[in-house]
Structure formats: structure tokens, C-alpha cells
């Protein structure tokens, strides 16, 4: 059987945790930013876990 080809995209938006989950960032935080807020620019800065939904196709896309 032929290895399986790692979705580049996906490994640069993601990072898997040692239990498994994925990691991402927030969207809206690459420009227009005087208009935002201090409060929603920091919240936009945290990372966060992907939903179980999400994480299905993620893990095809990053078999290893």
C-alpha cells in the first residue's frame, strides 16, 4: 500500500496535541485591524481546539 501525502494547507493551519486533539487559530486577525476592538483583537489572538465535527476531515488530511 502507498504512503499516505500529508495535505501541506493542513499542516500549516494545525497542530496536533499529544491527546490528539487540533489546535488552530482564529480567522479575522490578518488586517483591518484599527477598526477592532483591544478586547476582540486580544480574544482573537488565543488558540483554540477544533470541534469534534471539524477534526474528522483534519485527520485524513494529516495522516502522521
Known sequence: MPK???RKAALKRYKKTATGKFLRRHAYKGH???KKSKTQK???SQI???SNNDSKPIKLMLPY
Open 4 to 6: 499516505l501525502k500529508t
Open 32 to 34: 483591518l485591524l484599527m
Open 42 to 44: 486580544r480574544k482573537l
Open 48 to 50: 483554540i481546539c477544533v
